[in-house]
C-alpha cells in the first residue's frame, strides 16, 4: 500500500489543484473610456493571476492586460481604442500549480458599445395645447456622432407608481424634445429618459427623474348622490345631498365652489339655486319626485352638470340585484355583485361602519360598465363592521338595494359573552348568555364553545352556532359544583366569557312530586280505609276516637267509708241508713261555721290516700270532660245510687258520732266523699234552705 502513496511523489506529480478555466465572457465598450470584459468565476480559493490577451486592427496588433483574484474576474483596456473594430479575447488564469486559458471569443464593438443616459433639461405643458407635456433633454457627450441613438421615455402621475413606456428614436442634434399628448389636466407627472446606440445591445442607465405639470382646465366633473330620511308628521322629509370629483379628477384640480339647483319633477318654474363650497347640502322636500343638478367650477369654467332623481316618497323602488359578495384579495376588499338587469348602466356602492349610520360618515363610489369595485384597505378600518350597499341606478331611475356586512379584517373579539345559569338540576342545567356588542366583536361570531368543569374533574367542552345563545348540559353529577365559561370565536381566535359557578340539586321537582304523591296517596289509602272500618264497625270507632267520660253518679267513691277510701258501704248498710223515700230528700240542717274549711281539702294527700284502682273507678266518664276532684264531704247521702230515680235531688243529713263530744283526733262522724268540680254535688250541697254561709259554691 505503500507503494501506491509514493507513486505520485515518483512521477513528480502534485495533488493541488489547478484555477477554474476562465467562462462566460463578457465585454462592453465604455465610448471613449475603455474596453472592460468580464468573466466567471469570480473567486478563486488560490491566489490566481489573469492575464487578457487582446487582439485588434484585424489580427496586426495585440496587447494584454493583467488582474488578480483579489481584484476581482475583469480587466480594462484604456488606451488604442479603436471604433469600428473587431477584437479577439482570451483569458489566461495561473496559480502556483499551473495556468488555463479560456476559449477565445470575438467582439465587434459596435454591438458593445454602452453610451450614458441622455440629460433631461425641462418638462413643461405645451402652451395653446391642453393636456400635453414637452420634455427637453441633451444627447449624451459620450456616444459615437456617426450612431443613431435610440429613447425610451417613462412617465407616472406622481401619486402614483405605475410607470408608462414610450420608445422612439431621436435625432443626432445636441438638443432635442418630445410632446407626450393626452395626459390628465392640471396634473404633475414624473419623468426619466434612456438612450442606446442604434447597433448595441446595451441600453444607458436611466436619467434623473423631473417633474412638470399639465395646464390647468375647468373642474372635469362631479358624482352626485343623496340620502334620503322618513318622512316627518307634516309630510316633509329631509334629504342630504353630497357629491365629489368624479372617478379620474386630476388630484390637483383647483374648485372655487360648487352650484346646485333643484325643484319639482311636474314644475320646473318652483328651481331653487345654492351656492356653496362644502361638498354637502341638507334639504329639506316635500313627499313629490324632485330634479337635483349640480356642478363645480374655477377661473377657467365650470363642469358638466351631474344630476339625480329623488323619488317621490310612496315611490317603490324595483329588485334587480340577486347576490352580492365580498372578498379580500392583496389588501384590498373586492365588492363584486350579480344582477339581472343588462340595461343597467351605472352601479352606486355605499358603505358606513354599522353602527354608525350618520350621512357624514358614509363613503360612496359610482361604477361605471362593470360589476365590481374594488376598495382600498387604507380606506377602511380593521375590525369594524361595515354595511355595504349597491344600488343599481337606470338612467335617472334608482332601483332598491342589496346589502351586505364585510369586515377588511378580522380579530379575536375585545370581550367574552356575559354568562348566566338557569334551570338548575339535578343533573342538568341550561347556560345562557348575551351577544357580544359589535364593537367589540372585531369579526363575524363563527361559534360559541361552552367550557365546564366538576370540581375536582377535568373541563368538558360543548360548540354550537354563532346564532345559538344558551345551551343545555347533561349528564351532570348530583349534588356537584361546577364552573362554566363561555367562548366566542371569529376566524381570528377566540375570547373567554365570565366564569360562572353553580351547584346541581340533590332532588329534582319532579322526584318531590313523586315522593308527595306517594306520601299523599298512603295518607288518602289510610282514610279511606278507617273510613271503611268505621262504617262496618261504629261503636269500637266511636268507642275508639271518642273514648266515654266516667259519670260520678255511678262512682263507688260514694260508697267509701270514713277517712279510709278501702272500707266501702255494702248495700245492706245503704239500706239501714236510708229508711224510706222521704229520707232520700235533701232536708234543712244547720252548718257549722267551719264548713267551708273542712270542705277544702288537700288534693294531693287526698290521692296519696286512694289506691290506684279506686282512683279509676272513681274517675269515669263524665259530661263535660272536666277533671273532677274529690274531697270529704261533711253530709253523706242518705240513700243507695239506686234508690232514687235520676234526676232528683237525694237528701243528705250528717252523721255524728254517738258520743256526744266530737271524735278524738277531728273525726266528727264518717264523713262522705264528694266530687269538688262536680255540677251535680253542687246541687246536692246547695239549696235555697240552706243558711246563708252556706250558699257559695265551694
Not at 475603455?34 to 485588434?56: A, G, K, L
Not at 427623474?209 to 373642474?219: I, S, V
Not at 375585545?414 to 334551570?423: D, H, I, L, Q, R
Request: aromatic share 8%; net charge negative; with cysteine.
Amino acid at each position: 500500500m505503500w507503494a501506491l502513496w509514493a507513486l505520485p511523489l515518483l512521477c513528480g506529480v502534485s495533488l493541488a489543484a489547478l484555477p477554474a478555466k476562465p467562462e462566460n465572457i463578457s465585454c462592453s465598450f465604455y465610448y471613449k473610456k475603455n474596453f472592460t470584459c468580464t468573466w466567471s468565476p469570480e473567486q478563486e480559493v488560490d491566489r490566481t493571476r489573469y492575464t487578457v490577451r487582446r487582439t485588434y486592427l484585424n489580427g496586426k496588433a495585440s496587447d494584454t492586460c493583467t488582474s488578480s483574484s483579489e481584484e476581482g474576474a475583469s480587466c480594462s483596456f484604456r488606451s488604442s481604442i479603436t471604433i469600428p473594430d473587431n477584437y479577439t479575447i482570451q483569458v489566461e488564469a495561473r496559480n502556483a500549480d499551473g495556468a488555463v486559458e479560456s476559449d477565445v471569443t470575438h467582439w465587434y464593438l459596435d454591438t458593445v458599445v454602452r453610451i450614458e443616459p441622455p440629460t433631461i433639461i425641462s418638462v413643461q405643458p405645451v402652451p395653446g395645447i391642453n393636456r400635453m407635456l414637452q420634455i427637453r433633454w441633451k444627447r449624451p457627450e459620450l456616444a459615437p456622432a456617426s450612431s443613431d441613438l435610440k429613447y425610451s421615455l417613462r412617465f407616472r402621475t406622481a401619486n402614483s407608481d405605475r410607470w408608462v413606456e414610450v420608445n422612439f428614436e431621436g435625432e443626432q442634434y445636441e438638443n432635442q424634445t418630445y410632446d407626450l399628448p393626452e395626459l390628465q389636466p392640471f396634473t404633475e407627472y414624473v419623468v426619466v429618459l434612456q438612450c442606446v446606440a442604434a447597433e448595441s445591445q446595451f441600453w444607458s442607465g436611466w436619467s434623473p427623474e423631473k417633474r412638470g405639470t399639465t395646464a390647468e382646465e375647468a373642474p372635469l366633473g362631479l358624482d352626485l348622490w343623496r340620502v334620503l330620511g322618513p318622512v316627518r308628521e307634516d309630510g316633509r322629509r329631509p334629504v342630504k345631498l353630497l357629491w365629489k370629483k368624479a372617478r379620474g379628477t386630476p388630484v390637483l384640480e383647483r374648485t372655487l365652489g360648487y352650484r346646485i339647483w333643484y325643484f319639482p319633477e311636474n314644475n320646473a318654474n318652483l328651481t331653487e339655486t345654492v351656492n356653496t363650497s362644502r361638498q354637502q347640502l341638507d334639504l329639506l322636500l316635500d313627499d313629490k319626485a324632485y330634479r337635483v343638478s349640480a356642478v363645480s367650477y374655477n377661473s377657467l369654467g365650470q363642469c358638466p352638470a351631474a344630476t339625480l332623481r329623488v323619488p317621490a316618497a310612496d315611490e317603490k323602488a324595483s329588485p334587480c340585484i340577486e347576490a352580492v359578495q365580498t372578498g379580500l384579495t392583496q389588501d384590498q376588499l373586492v365588492v363584486t355583485w350579480q344582477s339581472s338587469a343588462p340595461d343597467v348602466d351605472t352601479w352606486m356602492v355605499e358603505w358606513f361602519p354599522e353602527w354608525d349610520a350618520e350621512p357624514s360618515a358614509l363613503c360612496w363610489e359610482s361604477v361605471s360598465g362593470s360589476r365590481n369595485l374594488t376598495i382600498q384597505q387604507d380606506a377602511l378600518t380593521p375590525f369594524w363592521c361595515y354595511n355595504i350597499s349597491v344600488v343599481p341606478v337606470l338612467q335617472d331611475r334608482v332601483g332598491e338595494p342589496y346589502s351586505v356586512q364585510a369586515y377588511v379584517k378580522e380579530g379575536a373579539p375585545s370581550a367574552g359573552p356575559v354568562t348566566k345559569v338557569e334551570n338548575i338540576g339535578v343533573g342538568s342545567v341550561t347556560v345562557t348568555w348575551r351577544e357580544i356588542p359589535k364593537r367589540q366583536r372585531n369579526g363575524f361570531i363563527s361559534n360559541y364553545t361552552i367550557f365546564y368543569r366538576a370540581e375536582g374533574g377535568r373541563e368538558l367542552s360543548k360548540t354550537v352556532n354563532a346564532s345559538v345563545l344558551q345551551s343545555d348540559l347533561e349528564s351532570l353529577a348530583r349534588m356537584t359544583s361546577y364552573t362554566v365559561r363561555v367562548m366566542a370565536s371569529t376566524s381570528a381566535g377566540g375570547t373567554n366569557g365570565t366564569r360562572i359557578s353553580f351547584k346541581t340539586l340533590s332532588m329534582s321537582v319532579r322526584e318531590i312530586c313523586i315522593i308527595a304523591s306517594l306520601v299523599g296517596g298512603g295518607l288518602l289509602l289510610l282514610a279511606a280505609l278507617t273510613t271503611a272500618y268505621g262504617l262496618k264497625r261504629p261503636n269500637k270507632l266511636q268507642r275508639l276516637c271518642c273514648p266515654e267520660v266516667p259519670n260520678p253518679a255511678e262512682s263507688s267513691i260514694a260508697m267509701w267509708r270514713g277517712d279510709d277510701p278501702k272500707s266501702v258501704l255494702s248495700p245492706k248498710d245503704m239500706d239501714d241508713s236510708v229508711s224510706s223515700e222521704e229520707d232520700r230528700i235533701l232536708k234543712p240542717c244547720s252548718a257549722p261555721r267551719d264548713l267551708v274549711d273542712k270542705l277544702v281539702v288537700n288534693f294531693e294527700n287526698f290521692l296519696e290516700e286512694v289506691p290506684t284502682e279506686a282512683s279509676g273507678q272513681g274517675q269515669a266518664s263524665l259530661p263535660g270532660g272536666e277533671k273532677n276532684e274529690y274531697v270529704t264531704a261533711p253530709y253523706r247521702l242518705c240513700g243507695g245510687p239506686g234508690d232514687s230515680p235520676p234526676g232528683r235531688a237525694q237528701s243528705a243529713c250528717p252523721r255524728r258520732p254517738e258520743g256526744s263530744g266530737p271524735a278524738q283526733g277531728g273525726e266528727e262522724g264518717l264523713p262522705t266523699l264528694y266530687l269538688k268540680n262536680s255540677v251535680t254535688t253542687r246541687e246536692l250541697l246547695v239549696t235555697e234552705k240552706l243558711p246563708d254561709q252556706t250558699k257559695r259554691e265551694i
